[in-house]
């Protein structure tokens, strides 16, 4: 049983010997006053003793009469001593039968409220584990899904950066033929240009000669038209 537990049981038992005290003390006749009664009170089953308070001294002729009246006051009161000792020692059982009886019920009621405590805790203490065993299997789960996940995309990525780096090999090789390309046009389009320059200087010479020989072949026309013009005109006038 726990410490919280054990002094509830005992704050319960002083309570009940303390209620028991008071019950017992309201059941039991008053005891006398010290100056009205000749026996002091008994204090945990001693025996009564009696008050020693100052006698007067007896006449010579009553000393008879006062020694009957001694012996017998002294047992009355030695009967009523012993009356009072019964009723303490039978009070005294009682209370420790209260008592007893009182810490038995206590002590089975805050067992049963223990127990009732004990079990709720436990079945707090098991839906708690339940649910965060749900949590944890979900989370493991998700933890899971994750890994698989983050080793597919590692792959993917793997194989982009290995298409990356070949695209970047043939796109080098692309611009290097470009380049190439480029260089066979520029060489090309030079020569083509010496080349028709050239060629364009070859029929520029060819044209004038040609115009030269075609001046020339018109002016021969022209002479020998306007010399056969002369001769008709010069066989007109003679004949």
């Not at 010290?34 to 025996?47: A, K, N, Q, Y």
């Not at 006051?73 to 000792?85: N, P, R, T, V």
């Not at 380049?179 to 060489?187: A, G, V």
């Amino acid at each position: 049983m726990p410490k919280q537990s054990k002094k509830s049981a005992e704050r319960i038992e002083n309570e009940a010997q303390t209620k028991a005290v008071e019950d017992l003390s309201r059941e039991s006749p008053e005891p006398e006053s010290p100056d009205s009664s000749p026996i002091l009170h008994e204090r945990d089953g001693e025996t009564p003793i009696v008050a020693r308070g100052g006698k007067k001294r007896p006449l010579p002729d009553e000393e008879g009469h006062s020694g009957d009246f001694g012996s017998e006051m002294q047992k009355m009161l030695e009967c009523f001593g012993a009356d009072i000792s019964k009723t303490l020692i039978s009070k005294r059982k009682r209370l420790e039968q209260l008592t007893h009886n009182t810490l038995r019920s206590s002590n089975k009621k805050v067992e049963d409220i223990w127990k009732a405590q004990q079990t709720e805790r436990v079945k707090l203490q098991e839906e708690y584990s339940k649910q965060i065993g749900t949590v944890f299997s979900q989370w493991e789960v998700d933890i899971d899904k994750t890994r698989d996940q983050e080793e597919k995309l590692t792959v993917l990525f793997k194989q982009q950066q290995k298409l990356f780096q070949q695209a970047r090999i043939v796109q080098g090789q692309r611009l290097k033929t470009i380049r190439q390309l480029q260089e066979q046009f520029s060489k090309g389009m030079d020569e083509l240009d010496k080349c028709h320059l050239t060629q364009q200087s070859s029929v520029q010479s060819e044209l004038k000669k040609e115009m030269g020989l075609l001046q020339k072949k018109i002016l021969m026309d022209t002479q020998q038209q306007e010399m056969a013009n002369v001769r008709k005109s010069l066989q007109t006038m003679l004949f």
